[in-house]
């Protein structure tokens, strides 16, 4: 590379993690009560996976996506972008190739809860990461590029808790299978 491109894109590093950083502290700092919306989920799922459509397919993935209605919530819309982007980014960047990932959007009535599953195939990922996933900074050790930070998780769950919800990872050994699984209360109208 170039000199002037290995700074371009060192550049580019900092000010990213410098961002992450910032929302991070910002998120601890106030939450997130201002400019709250009502949110249609599926409809920010569907433009993300637009954004992702080429990723997807250069790495011949097979997106199986199912959603069970049309759920709103009460957010953030912008953190909650950044959440359902930090979760399809990683499915995606570390998925292994030309295995399927599946996200589905059910609704629990009863606890009018929405619940988001992301699920994708992995060789990257240990049973021992898994207690350590949302915490600042971590990467599996199998990860050698540079470009995230180990933020994405813990900003997402940050987020995620900020409008009373949650996100839980779940990992099946045999099948190389992670889960990211998110809970947020649903709007209802009164
Ligand atoms: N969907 C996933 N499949 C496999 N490993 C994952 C997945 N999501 C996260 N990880 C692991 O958890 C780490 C932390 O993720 P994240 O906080 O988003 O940081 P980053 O993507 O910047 O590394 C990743 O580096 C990766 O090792
Ligand atoms: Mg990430």
Redesign the pocket.
């Known amino acids: 590379m170039e000199t002037i491109e290995l700074v371009d894109s060192e550049i580019m590093r900092l000010s990213k993690i410098t961002e992450e950083l910032l929302t991070l502290s910002e998120l601890e700092e106030n939450g997130n009560r201002a400019n709250l919306s009502q949110i249609n989920i599926k409809r920010i799922l569907e433009k993300m996976l637009k954004l992702f459509k080429n990723q997807i397919s250069s790495k011949n993935l097979k997106l199986k996506a199912s959603f069970n209605g049309d759920f709103e919530i009460l957010g953030n819309k912008m953190h909650i972008e950044q959440v359902l982007f930090?979760l399809i980014?990683?499915?995606v960047?570390?998925?292994t190739p030309k295995k399927e990932i599946e996200i589905s959007l059910n609704n629990d009535k009863y606890n009018k809860l929405l619940i988001l599953d992301?699920t994708?195939i992995?060789e990257?990922?240990k049973e021992e990461?898994l207690p350590y996933?949302f915490d600042r900074f971590?990467?599996?050790s199998?990860?050698t590029d540079k470009?995230?930070?180990?933020?994405?998780?813990?900003i997402s769950k940050k987020i995620v808790e900020n409008h009373n919800g949650s996100i839980k990872v779940g990992y099946n050994k045999d099948k190389k299978e992670?889960t990211?699984k998110v809970y947020l209360p649903l709007f209802i109208e009164k």
């Open positions: 930090n980014d990683n499915a960047k570390y998925s992301i994708n992995s990257i990922i990461d996933i971590y990467k599996t199998a990860i470009k995230g930070f180990g933020l994405g998780l813990s992670i990211f």
